[in-house]
């Protein structure tokens, strides 16, 4: 996680935390190594926004969930996320 806003609440009283995360990995692609590298913005509801409010920006953190259109008007991508593990081991923690 290399981001993340303050906790806010929906006007019907949920959590909501906002965060944007980077994911780095080797993968094979047609046979070949290839560095992914790229940030993802993120958003977790209910409990995963106190999880996230949990986790200090720069730590290692696995994070499952699904990908939806920020909104109706919007089709950009955004995690939302239903579950966070911490990494031990991680140098930040």
Do not use: Y
Request: charged letters at 20%; proline letters at 4%; glycine letters at 8%.
């Amino acid at each position: 996680m290399i981001e993340r806003k303050a906790l806010r609440f929906t006007p019907a009283a949920v959590p909501v935390t906002e965060c944007v995360i980077r994911h780095q990995s080797d993968q094979f692609e047609a046979g070949c190594p290839r560095r992914v590298e790229c940030e993802i913005r993120a958003i977790g509801l209910g409990e995963a926004a106190r999880w996230l409010q949990a986790a200090t920006p720069g730590v290692t953190v696995q994070l499952t969930g699904f990908l939806a259109a920020r909104s109706q008007n919007s089709k950009q991508l955004r995690l939302h996320v239903t579950m966070i593990e911490f990494v031990e081991g991680n140098q930040n923690g």
